[in-house]
């Protein structure tokens, strides 16, 4: 990997990073009704499951859904479904201590494992193995892809998780939470758009 090939993809994993996503859409909202504490779990479970994301298409998983075009097709419903339900817990959650929200974040575990149903992470993985990987010592280089992505990931979701930690004095009024939380609700079905789209072609 030239040196130029590795500077475009630490921009490239930083932009895809930081940028308004499903994870970072959850991390904002988590952040704002649990604290930065509290979110510590979800946030390290997204990097732990990405990199593992990361290394399974390196290792030929992406491959599966060029001979198996129905995975694709499953995977994108099935992730649409599972981002609906969230954006439903989202909408409902009002603070650790409300009645009928959500009563804790989401776990280091369930974190991870989303990140396999989580259309931009799967983006995120298959394009930087595709466009950053060189032939010659293709398998030395997704570890290096794998380890740049959590060095970079990490900073950025603590940011998002950050941010909303920050709003918690602005948001402690009950009203203010519940319409932050639909609004986060709302964005997370609006990253949808673009699988729906994707499908209507």
Request: hydrophobic letters at 55%; charged letters at 10%.
């Amino acid at each position: 990997m030239t040196s130029d090939l590795l500077t475009a993809f630490i921009l490239y994993a930083f932009v895809t990073s930081i940028t308004p996503g499903p994870n970072n859409t959850m991390l904002l909202a988590s952040g704002a009704n649990y604290g930065l504490w509290a979110t510590m779990p979800h946030l390290l479970g997204i990097n732990l499951g990405f990199c593992i994301l990361v290394l399974a298409a390196g290792f030929g998983i992406g491959g599966l859904f060029t001979a198996f075009p129905f995975l694709h097709t499953l995977l994108r419903y099935g992730g649409a479904a599972y981002l609906l339900y969230l954006a439903w817990k989202i909408a409902r959650a009002g603070g650790p201590d409300s009645e009928g929200g959500r009563d804790r974040p989401m776990t280091f575990f369930q974190a991870a494992a989303f990140q396999w149903v989580n259309p931009k992470a799967w983006i995120m993985a298959i394009g930087a193995i595709a466009t950053y990987t060189p032939v010659d010592g293709f398998f030395g280089y997704v570890l290096v892809v794998a380890a740049i992505y959590v060095l970079a990931n990490g900073p950025c979701l603590l940011v998002w998780a950050a941010a909303g930690t920050a709003l918690r004095g602005f948001l402690s009024e009950p009203v203010r939470l519940r319409v932050f939380n639909v609004v986060m609700a709302l964005a997370l079905v609006a990253s949808l758009y673009p699988i729906l789209a994707e499908a209507g072609r």
